[in-house]
């Protein structure tokens, strides 16, 4: 069997980043992988404003505390004063623009306004306090995001600042998605005997579109050799990626493997992770394209198909968006629970944080119990062989950064 370092390793030499770009609107653009940097062409603050409601002044005219100074000008935020005259003050807001002339703002908790207009400083400034300088965020000329970084909240914010009103984008990879099994109906359709619904259906095209793809979903394809090759033919055009789940195996009803070879070529793999073991990686022909549609056969267990998407699919999206495709990083966490017979498999083992901050883990381990994946914040990665003991530190990956 292949480890899952040499397994990934595999998927990604095998997998080219897409070239085609778009543009779209910074409004947009939450979750892709920009294509061209983002350089300021201003500074950020464009000039220097006062973090503070209170008062800008000249220090020099404030030798000691209880000064009293005539308040000759009001500057409210989106408003230039006047250039400050000295032995005087402007009251000013938030985000306002540091007048000319002045050094300093003290904040309003720490004056006193008086009648006739003027204000006493209870305090002696000292020169630059509370303003925030021009371009001290951002210079002009800067990148301020990197060509191939994702774009989070945060990062769409800083585009704004500096005015990018739309982001050049790797465009989305297109995924076609189908099942195979005579045994799977739909939601909503009666349940007849030896039948169960179809719940990798919905967990892929959702693990997919949070994963930033378009997706075709080709539904439930009969187990028989022309249906499977004709839903790859179908699924081939327009579309990188081809993803199954089920029919990976190697009995007289699994066509996936025959189906591929003939439409294309096939690599199956047994990986040394449980759950999780077969999984199959090829390409399938298309007429016309630059290049064929990946293909990649996980196996139908709902959670075996679950955790292989995080350790194998996820990677590969990334990798043709342009991003690194690498193993999850990890954090050592206190397990709270015993595990006396491991596998000699790389596990991942379904867990969630607990009051004391340790883990637990979900009674039923079984690779067919989804329930699992929902009652957990994340996968216990235990390496082959390991026993964990209550009190061990443990690698935990949470499904947040799986996700993210």
Same mark, same amino acid.
């Given at each position: 069997?292949?480890?899952?370092?040499?397994?990934?390793?595999?998927?990604?030499?095998?997998?080219?980043?897409?070239?085609?770009?778009?543009?779209?609107?910074?409004?947009?653009?939450?979750?892709?992988?920009?294509?061209?940097?983002?350089?300021?062409?201003?500074?950020?603050?464009?000039?220097?404003?006062?973090?503070?409601?209170?008062?800008?002044?000249?220090?020099?005219?404030?030798?000691?505390?209880?000064?009293?100074?005539?308040?000759?000008?009001?500057?409210?935020?989106?408003?230039?004063?006047?250039?400050?005259?000295?032995?005087?003050?402007?009251?000013?807001?938030?985000?306002?623009?540091?007048?000319?002339?002045?050094?300093?703002?003290?904040?309003?908790?720490?004056?006193?306004?008086?009648?006739?207009?003027?204000?006493?400083?209870?305090?002696?400034?000292?020169?630059?306090?509370?303003?925030?300088?021009?371009?001290?965020?951002?210079?002009?000329?800067?990148?301020?995001?990197?060509?191939?970084?994702?774009?989070?909240?945060?990062?769409?914010?800083?585009?704004?600042?500096?005015?990018?009103?739309?982001?050049?984008?790797?465009?989305?990879?297109?995924?076609?998605?189908?099942?195979?099994?005579?045994?799977?109906?739909?939601?909503?359709?009666?349940?007849?005997?030896?039948?169960?619904?179809?719940?990798? $259906?919905?967990? =892929?095209? *959702? %693990?997919?579109?949070?994963? @930033?793809? /378009?997706?075709?979903?080709?539904?439930?394809?009969? +187990?028989?050799?022309?249906?499977?090759?004709?839903?790859?033919?179908?699924?081939?055009?327009?579309?990188?990626?081809?993803?199954?789940?089920?029919?990976?195996?190697?009995?007289?009803?699994?066509?996936?493997?025959?189906?591929?070879?003939?439409?294309?070529?096939?690599?199956?793999?047994?990986?040394?992770?449980?759950?999780?073991?077969?999984?199959?990686?090829?390409?399938?022909?298309?007429?016309?394209?630059?290049?064929?549609?990946?293909?990649?056969?996980?196996?139908?267990?709902?959670?075996?198909?679950?955790?292989?998407?995080?350790?194998?699919? $996820?990677?590969? =999206?990334? *990798? %043709?968006?342009?991003?690194? @495709?690498? /193993?999850?990083?990890?954090?050592?966490?206190?397990? +709270?629970?015993?595990?006396?017979?491991?596998?000699?498999?790389?596990?991942?083992?379904?867990?969630?944080?607990?009051?004391?901050?340790?883990?637990?883990?979900?009674?039923?381990?079984?690779?067919?119990?989804?329930?699992?994946?929902?009652?957990?914040?994340?996968?216990?990665?235990?390496?082959?062989?390991?026993?964990?003991?209550?009190?061990?530190?443990?690698?935990?990956?949470?499904?947040?950064?799986?996700?993210?």
């Amino acid at each position: 069997m292949l480890s899952l370092t040499d397994a990934l390793a595999r998927l990604l030499a095998g997998t080219t980043a897409l070239a085609e770009t778009e543009t779209v609107s910074t409004f947009e653009a939450l979750g892709r992988v920009l294509a061209v940097d983002v350089v300021s062409q201003l500074d950020v603050p464009p000039h220097d404003n006062s973090s503070m409601d209170g008062y800008a002044l000249r220090t020099a005219d404030v030798p000691q505390p209880g000064t009293l100074l005539t308040v000759s000008q009001r500057i409210a935020a989106g408003q230039v004063g006047a250039v400050l005259a000295p032995g005087t003050a402007a009251r000013i807001f938030t985000g306002a623009p540091v007048p000319e002339g002045a050094d300093a703002i003290v904040m309003q908790e720490q004056c006193e306004p008086v009648g006739g207009g003027s204000v006493r400083v209870q305090i002696r400034p000292t020169a630059g306090q509370w303003v925030r300088r021009r371009g001290e965020d951002v210079c002009a000329g800067s990148v301020v995001l990197a060509r191939g970084s994702r774009l989070t909240p945060q990062a769409l914010g800083l585009a704004a600042s500096v005015g990018a009103a739309t982001l050049s984008v790797v465009r989305r990879p297109r995924v076609a998605l189908f099942s195979t099994g005579d045994e799977l109906v739909m939601p909503g359709e009666p349940l007849k005997p030896g039948a169960i619904y179809n719940s990798n $259906r919905y967990t =892929l095209r *959702a %693990l997919l579109q949070s994963a @930033g793809c /378009e997706v075709s979903d080709l539904g439930i394809v009969p +187990d028989r050799l022309d249906a499977t090759r004709e839903a790859l033919r179908r699924a081939a055009e327009g579309h990188d990626l081809i993803l199954t789940s089920g029919g990976v195996s190697v009995g007289e009803e699994d066509h996936l493997k025959p189906a591929v070879e003939a439409e294309g070529r096939l690599d199956l793999w047994q990986i040394a992770i449980k759950p999780g073991k077969p999984l199959a990686f090829g390409e399938v022909r298309t007429s016309g394209a630059d290049r064929p549609a990946l293909f990649i056969g996980l196996p139908g267990n709902p959670v075996s198909s679950f955790v292989t998407f995080l350790l194998a699919v $996820r990677p590969v =999206l990334q *990798a %043709l968006q342009g991003l690194p @495709g690498a /193993e999850p990083a990890g954090w050592p966490v206190r397990a +709270d629970f015993d595990w006396p017979r491991p596998d000699a498999r790389r596990e991942f083992l379904r867990a969630r944080r607990n009051a004391d901050g340790g883990l637990e883990l979900f009674g039923n381990q079984s690779s067919g119990v989804l329930t699992s994946a929902v009652w957990a914040e994340g996968l216990i990665d235990n390496p082959p062989g390991r026993a964990i003991a209550r009190g061990d530190i443990v690698r935990f990956l949470p499904f947040a950064a799986l996700l993210a």
